[in-house]
C-alpha cells in the first residue's frame, strides 16, 4: 500500500509517495511562478529541470487547480519501486481549509478565495480518499508522525515564516475551531496601542514573521540615521529577513535589536500557548527556524518569564524535526488515517 502526500506553498508543490510506515518511496518537488505577482496567468513549473506546464491563458486559481489534479493523476498512473499503488492522498494547503464545504481560502494563490480543491482532486483520483487540511495542521502531523513530536498527544508547532500559524494537536486531535480557523496566532495581540498596520495580518505577524523582520528593520534604519552596519550597505526596500540574520552574525546593531525584539515576541507567544494548552512539546519550525534555531534557548528563557510556571517546566521547546518537509509528512499522515478510518 502506498500513500501520496502533497505540500502546496508559495514557491513549490512538493508530493511525495510513503509507505504506511512512513518512509518515502519517491518524491518531486515543482517549483511555482509567482503566484502573488501582476501576471498570475502566467504559472511555470518545473520538476526534475524540466518544463511540466508553460504559460497558460487561465486565471493562477485554476492554473494551480490543474497542476494539482495533474500531479494527483501522473502519480496515480506510476506502479511504485515496490509494485504498490497509491491507496489514499492528502494535501496540506497554505491557508485555510473549510471540511464541510471541501473549499480552501488560501491568501497567496490570487482566486483561491472560496475554491473547490476538493472536488477538483476527486475528480481524477479514481474514487480514492481525498483529505485535505492546512499547512499549520499538517505540520504538527508530520513531527507527531516522524518529527519531534513522536509520542506527543499534545504538542503545537509553531511556523513562523512569510507569515505566522500554529498547528495545535490538543488531545490527539487537530484543534479546528468552530469555522475551521483555530491556530491563526499572527493575530495575537501582544502589544499596545493597536496600530493600523495590524489590521491586514495581526500585531504578532507585522512584528515577528519572516516579512515583519525585514520590515521592523527598515523602520529602524529609517529612525536611526546613527546605525552603522551591513544592513547600511542595501537599499532599505530589498533588506529581507535573510538579510537581517546575515547581519546580525556580523554584529550588526539594527539586526540584533531586530531579533532582540522578535526573541521577546516569540517568547511571549510560546508563553501564551503554554498556559492556554499546557502541551507536552512546542516546535519551532517554518522557514525563519532556519536561521532562528539557533535563538529557541534565549525564546526559551523568554517564554518562562510569562508563562504558568508549572506548565513552563514541564514543557519542552524544540526545532522542527522534518524543516520543510514537515507539511507533505502531514499531508502522508491524514492519507494514512483516512484509508484507516474507512477500512
Known amino acids: 500500500m502506498a500513500l501520496l502526500g502533497i505540500d502546496i ?61 495533474d500531479t494527483v493523476r501522473e502519480f496515480l498512473s506510476r506502479e511504485q519501486p515496490d509494485g504498490s499503488r497509491i491507496r489514499s492522498i492528502g494535501i496540506s494547503v497554505p491557508g485555510i481549509y473549510r471540511i464541510k464545504e471541501g473549499t480552501v481560502w488560501a491568501p497567496n494563490i490570487p482566486g483561491w478565495d472560496n475554491y473547490p480543491l476538493l472536488q477538483e482532486v476527486q475528480a481524477v483520483c479514481a474514487g480514492l480518499p481525498v483529505t485535505i487540511d492546512s499547512d499549520r495542521a499538517c505540520y504538527i502531523l508530520g513531527e507527531m508522525w516522524k518529527g519531534n513530536a513522536r509520542g506527543c498527544s499534545n504538542a503545537i508547532f509553531l511556523s513562523v515564516g512569510t507569515g505566522i500559524g500554529a498547528g495545535i494537536l490538543a488531545d490527539g486531535r487537530i484543534l479546528r475551531g468552530a469555522n475551521d480557523i483555530a491556530g491563526a496566532i499572527g493575530w495575537l495581540a501582544l502589544s499596545k496601542p493597536f496600530r493600523d498596520e495590524y489590521v491586514s495580518c495581526g500585531c504578532f505577524e507585522h512584528h515577528a514573521s519572516g516579512e515583519g523582520i525585514a520590515k521592523i528593520a527598515r523602520e529602524y534604519l529609517a529612525a536611526g540615521p546613527e546605525y552603522a552596519g ?16 546575515d547581519a546580525y552574525s556580523k554584529g550588526d546593531p539594527v539586526a540584533a535589536r531586530v531579533l532582540q525584539q522578535c526573541v521577546e515576541y516569540w517568547g511571549m507567544a510560546v508563553a501564551n500557548l503554554i498556559s492556554l494548552f499546557n502541551p507536552e512539546k512546542i516546535i519551532m519550525g517554518g522557514g525563519v527556524f532556519g536561521p532562528a534555531a539557533s535563538l529557541i534557548p534565549e525564546i526559551t528563557k523568554e517564554a518562562a518569564r510569562w508563562a504558568q510556571p508549572i506548565s513552563s517546566r514541564l514543557v519542552s521547546i524544540e526545532g522542527s524535526a522534518l524543516g520543510g518537509d514537515a507539511g507533505v509528512y502531514g499531508a502522508g499522515w491524514m492519507a494514512r488515517e483516512k484509508l484507516g478510518r474507512e477500512a
Open 230 to 245: 551591513t544592513l547600511r550597505n542595501k537599499p532599505a526596500g530589498e533588506i529581507t529577513s535573510h538579510d537581517v540574520f
Open 9 to 69: 506553498g508559495g514557491t513549490k508543490l512538493a508530493a511525495a509517495v510513503f509507505t504506511e510506515g512512513g518512509e518515502i518511496i519517491s518524491r518531486e518537488v515543482i517549483l511555482l511562478g509567482d503566484l502573488r505577482g501582476k501576471d498570475p496567468g502566467s504559472l511555470v513549473t518545473k520538476t526534475a529541470g524540466k518544463p511540466v506546464t508553460g504559460a497558460v491563458e487561465k486565471p493562477a486559481a485554476d492554473n494551480v487547480g490543474k497542476l494539482i489534479a
